[in-house]
């Protein structure tokens, strides 16, 4: 099959697509026809070597998370899926096993690929609702888990003013529409040319990067691009009392923020608490959780979407059809 691969360490240049054997699925595993699929972080990350000496990676290595396809085997003992299903959802490499959830871990095989294999008892895949088109089932996943968590996480109040930094990425426009829905009024950080589109999805006001620029007293501010070790910045925005929650590593420290007049929270949902994947379709079928894709890729051009990711700014999702 063809696949976009990873032969040692090294930045998403030296990815490039080759053909490799198929895997095939064993006990209470299914394998999946790709259709689309989307680029994460980590599908750049992990290869790269920043994690070699606490997550070790086997090569070669085929990247990717979310996806969208059709199950074509199943193994031994799986009762969910059927040859023939639609399905969709999220699954990390199988080298991050010790970070998935301690039950029902979702674990693939790499689904920038022709071809994937996954664990089938897990809340992180599920059937592709109708109403719900193939690219954006790739799109959701991973970017629609994590809004839901953060939202969760956040309780926000009708009325309550939310700072989003990095609201153009993936989880960005993910989470700012449903944050609008929740009644907050959503100040997100945007170039001039993304404001148009955050301004569709519910953000109220657009800002700037640079911290200067941040509001002040704000009740909750949300972190999706920052390390969480150099939040100061942020967590000045928020007014005493107010609550601060961000997505990226090292998992941050009280200490860190300067304050502890403000809740800070790491989110992170390994076990599905928040929901799965149904709950993700169900959003998106009713228009709550959009899918801003920014840019289309074949396979062939599977690479040079995961180089697009790391060295192009990017607003929504990369999607990679096969």
Not at 269 to 280: K, P
Request: with cysteine.
């Amino acid at each position: 099959m063809k696949a976009v691969v990873a032969t040692g360490y090294g930045p998403p240049e030296e990815f490039s697509v080759a053909e490799v054997p198929a895997p095939r699925p064993g006990p209470g595993q299914i394998q999946v026809r790709i259709a689309a699929a989307s680029v994460n972080p980590a599908d750049v990350r992990l290869p790269s070597g920043e994690f070699r000496d606490s997550v070790p990676v086997e090569f070669p290595h085929v990247p990717g998370n979310d996806f969208a396809g059709t199950v074509s085997e199943v193994g031994a003992g799986v009762r969910g899926y059927q040859v023939g299903d639609e399905i969709f959802g999220q699954a990390v490499p199988r080298a991050l096993r010790a970070m998935a959830g301690a039950t029902r871990p979702s674990l693939s095989t790499g689904s920038l690929a022709e071809y994937a294999v996954f664990e089938a008892d897990t809340p992180f895949l599920a059937h592709r609702p109708p109403g719900l088109e193939i690219e954006a089932a790739a799109a959701l996943p991973t970017v629609g888990l994590t809004a839901r968590a953060l939202l969760a996480t956040a309780e926000v109040r009708p009325g309550e003013t939310v700072l989003v930094v990095g609201a153009t990425g993936g989880v960005g426009t993910a989470v700012v529409p449903l944050l609008a829905r929740a009644g907050a009024r959503v100040i997100a950080t945007a170039t001039a040319a993304d404001a148009d589109i955050l301004h569709a999805l519910g953000a109220e006001q657009t800002i700037g990067y640079a911290e200067a620029g941040y509001p002040s007293d704000v009740d909750i501010a949300v972190n999706l691009t920052l390390p969480s070790d150099h939040l100061g910045g942020v967590a000045g925005a928020v007014r005493p009392g107010g609550r601060l929650l961000t997505i990226t590593y090292p998992v941050p420290r009280q200490e860190w923020l300067g304050r502890d007049d403000v809740t800070l929270h790491f989110v992170l949902d390994m076990e599905g608490t928040f929901g799965g994947m149904r709950e993700v379709g169900e959003l998106a079928v009713r228009g709550d959780l959009p899918a801003t894709i920014g840019r289309r890729y074949t396979l062939d051009d599977g690479a040079r979407a995961c180089v697009d990711f790391v060295r192009r700014h990017t607003t929504g999702k990369l999607v990679v059809t096969t």
